[in-house]
């Protein structure tokens, strides 16, 4: 049974670590790893570099092209290549634990799973922000709405490419420069009636870079969540009415936040996940109103 891990990569050197973590998987013996790599660099320089990596590390590795520095296309030409019925994906930035892979499988298998995913913990360095260590907001975990997961991320994901809830699906172009293409997609998986799970002992790592240990850099992640959040409702329960009955909720969330995060600013680190907090609902009320998403890409 071959598995197929698949990797999105843009002028990353720490494609690197990545890889290797993937040569130190543990499987069973009825399972084959493959590597399928998607440049979306608008020139295919760093292929010769990629393929001596995996040279090195002994992986079965594809090398695809994908350019016009749009995250969907890569995406998407990972599903294209695919040539077997599970797909796993991880970022260029992250470190699998040896068991990863296998915990995925094992999971999807015992839950019937149309999508298995995992938790991302951040590693932060030491100049980090004490109160940013301490939040870890750049860690990831699910959310349940009602006891379910409706969405998840591509930084640590298997797929069941044959399940009748991912058959044909595709990553959305239009959010190709903006983000939340991967959130839409297991979001269509839902909606499909796939069943998405969580694999608690599935774990990556991601070392926070200095560009991310910042407040502003994540306002802008969780304002352009809220978009993608925004954007959901609009394409789904797209009616007038239902444009003011999420707007009127957006805005009461969002000033519930605001009065929580002014109550706690004084002496406590509870302010930024209220900051936080207010400023996705902040994204979901501009998309209502016809905010375009902000470009990452």
């Known amino acids: 049974m071959e598995i197929c ?11 690197r670590d990545t890889l290797e973590s993937l040569a130190k998987q543990s499987l069973s013996e009825n399972i084959t790893l493959k590597v399928l790599v998607a440049d979306n660099d608008k020139t295919n320089r ?20 994908a350019p016009s520095q749009n995250i969907s296309i890569a995406r998407n030409a990972c599903l294209d290549n ?54 870890d907001f750049h860690s990831q975990h699910p959310v349940y709405v009602k006891g379910v997961i409706q969405t998840t991320s591509t930084a640590n994901a298997l797929i069941h490419l044959k399940h009748p809830a991912c058959a044909e699906l595709r990553f959305d172009l239009s959010l190709g420069k903006s983000g939340g293409e991967d959130s839409s997609y297991f979001s269509s998986v839902y909606s499909n009636g796939g069943n998405i799970t969580f694999a608690s002992d599935a774990l990556v790592t991601e070392t926070v870079p200095l560009e991310r240990a910042n407040l502003m850099w994540l306002l802008k992640r969780k304002f352009r969540f809220g978009q993608t959040c925004g954007a959901r409702v609009l394409k789904h329960k797209f009616s007038f009415k239902n444009k003011i009955k999420y707007s009127a909720l957006a805005i009461c969330k969002f000033t519930f936040c605001l009065f929580m995060c002014l109550i706690s600013i004084l002496g406590s680190d509870k302010k930024y996940k209220w900051l936080l907090r207010g400023t996705l609902h902040f994204g979901v009320l501009a998309k209502l109103l016809g905010k375009n998403e902000i470009t990452q890409y």
């Open 5 to 15: 891990v698949a990797i999105c990569t843009y002028q990353r050197r720490s494609l």
């Open 46 to 65: 760093a292929k010769d570099t990629i393929e001596a990596w995996a040279e090195e590390f002994g992986l079965n590795l594809r090398y695809i092209h």
């Open 82 to 135: 695919v040539d077997c019925d599970w797909m796993a994906s991880i970022d260029d930035d992250e470190v699998a634990s040896v068991y990863w892979l296998s915990n995925l499988y094992k999971k999807a298998q015992l839950e019937k799973a149309a999508v298995v995913c995992g938790p991302v913990k951040a590693i932060y360095q030491e100049n980090a922000p004490t109160w940013m260590k301490k939040c």
